[in-house]
């Protein structure tokens, strides 16, 4: 299997470089899901190798292992396994140990001498804090080895950069600028709804697990997951993430009850059951499978268009590793779907926005996060009708509504925004629910009477307003005869088009 480096990936390498040769030795790579932060580890490896220089790549789980594993072997690397259940290359010039394996081998019972390691590798290093890693990190900068850190989200679970253990970050491209190349799929926000945290602890900088559970495992919760699931994503390959292990099985088993090909799985679950389950998603065979904090890192299935969020969480870390899971490109995938029943998406804002990583080592108070959340709501809006997600434009995109209110700003009559207490605000007409069904109604009887598609009667209703009708309106549409206010308007258009036909003559003479 050959690999393409990518070019931002080359790059990666080359300033990984300029930093070793201004002396740096404890290095963070911050590459987002679908950068390939394993390929670019792998060719700074190759070329270790091809000076002689011994490597040490460390990583918490078998499934990482291996996918280093395979991108060695792809760039033509030897390389050994310190793992349990596998044979030992001791000669090889590489080895890629499962930090639990070395911890118990080297650091425990010293079955093992410490490896030889000019570079050492810490995947997922927003583990880095861990006591096994702190003491192999000081092992092996003590000697000087440069040490190189690789994460998606370098930040630790209390919100805090990780400063206190590398010197200088690099990144790769954002999440943004992937999508725009092609790299990920974007995504496509909904939250219908967002759970009642009242009475949860926070334990360790984030919600705690078991008060977290004990508010969300409830039936009439788990069927809102369902349901909202059926509206918007009921043919998509999809994650959902639990709050826990029960809660993950009585998700699973919703889905089921509902004629739907599921799954659970969590930390328990036999590796040979959790291999296979991962296959018949791949496969097809199962189309949700539900997890508790299993597959929020090293799993990838770039066939996977949604994700549920059912787990709330403080740590915009794990947020992002849950979320990125579905945005892997794949054959004949657009985008997305990201169902956050969590307020993930108003604690942290979209996945596709811009993420500030840096090393900065202190807490971030509540009242800043308050503060941030507040500066992106006066540009985030909610769709009242379908809950989307979304900024910069007047409609909501995935439906087309127009809401009341955008910010501090309110939709006038002829569609606009304005700013809320303006005098033409105050004084200007507006519209009510009532009045503009009636209009749309109109607007069907003209169209029956052209012998015309509903689109042309939707048209004909952004002419007047300036925005579409909403999916409840044109659910509701009956004809209704025209009044003199529609046929007068309906004049009033004719003459305006006219108008236009003539001047595009007159262009097109001159």
């Known amino acids: 299997m050959k690999i393409e480096v990518r070019d931002f990936q080359e790059t990666v390498k080359a300033e990984c470089r300029k930093a070793i040769g201004r002396g740096k030795k404890k290095i963070l790579i911050q590459a987002p899901t679908g950068a390939g932060k394993t390929v670019i580890a792998a060719g700074i490896i190759k070329s270790a190798e091809e000076k002689g220089n011994p490597v040490l790549f460390f990583a918490h789980r078998r499934e990482l292992i291996h996918q280093c594993a395979d991108k060695l072997s792809a760039f033509g690397v030897r390389h050994g396994i310190v793992m349990a259940g596998e044979e030992r290359d001791v000669y090889a ?129 788990i069927g809102d997951v369902l349901s909202n699931w059926i509206r918007f994503a009921r043919h998509r390959k999809t994650i959902v993430f639990a709050s826990g292990v029960d809660h993950s099985i009585a998700l699973s088993l919703a889905f089921k009850e509902a004629g739907i090909r599921a799954a659970h799985i969590d930390a328990n679950t036999p590796e040979h059951e959790r291999g296979e389950i991962l296959d018949n998603l791949r496969d097809g065979k199962i189309q949700v499978i539900c997890n508790c904090m299993v597959l929020t890192e090293g799993f990838d299935e770039p066939s996977l268009s949604c994700v549920v969020l059912a787990r709330p969480t403080k740590n915009k870390g794990l ?38 990583w840096s090393l900065d080592t202190r807490k971030k108070r509540e009242a800043d996060i308050k503060a941030e959340r507040a500066e ?135």
């Open 319 to 356: 947020y992002v590793q849950m979320g990125g899971r579905g945005l892997r490109p794949s054959e004949g995938k657009t985008d997305c779907i990201v169902l956050d029943h969590a307020g993930c998406t108003y604690r942290h804002g979209t996945l596709d926005s811009h993420m500030d």
């Open 93 to 221: 010039g590489t080895q890629i140990a499962s930090v639990d394996t070395f911890r118990a081998r080297v650091i425990q019972r010293r079955r093992i001498e410490w490896p030889d390691a000019k570079i050492v590798f810490i995947d997922e290093a927003h583990r880095s804090m861990s006591p096994t890693y702190l003491e192999v990190i000081d092992h092996y900068a003590h000697k000087g080895s440069v040490v190189i850190g690789l994460s998606a989200t370098p930040v630790r679970g209390d919100g805090r950069g990780l400063g206190h253990v590398y010197e200088e970050m690099i990144h790769a491209p954002t999440v943004p600028e992937l999508i725009k190349t092609g790299y990920l799929v974007p995504p496509v926000h909904y939250v219908p709804s967002i759970p009642d945290l009242t009475g949860v602890r926070t334990t360790a900088g984030d919600y705690n697990a078991a008060d977290l559970e004990k508010a969300l495992n409830r039936r009439e919760l």
């Open 376 to 510: 992106r709501d006066k540009t985030q809006i909610t769709c009242q009708e379908c809950h989307a997600v979304y900024a910069g434009q007047l409609r909501c995109p995935m439906c087309g509504h127009m809401p009341e209110k955008f910010g501090h700003m309110i939709v006038a009559k002829d569609g606009t925004l304005v700013p809320m207490g303006s005098h033409e605000v105050k004084t200007g007409p507006k519209w009510t629910v009532t009045e503009l069904q009636h209009w749309l109604d109109m607007f069907e009887t003209v169209r029956i009477e052209k012998k015309q598609e509903v689109k042309w009667r939707n048209h004909r209703f952004i002419d007047k307003f300036g925005f579409f009708p909403s999916p409840e309106m044109n659910r509701s549409v009956k004809a209704a005869e025209q009044n003199g206010e529609c046929r007068a308007w309906f004049t009033h258009l004719k003459i305006k088009w006219k108008a236009q036909q003539g001047l595009r003559k007159m262009a097109g003479g001159a």
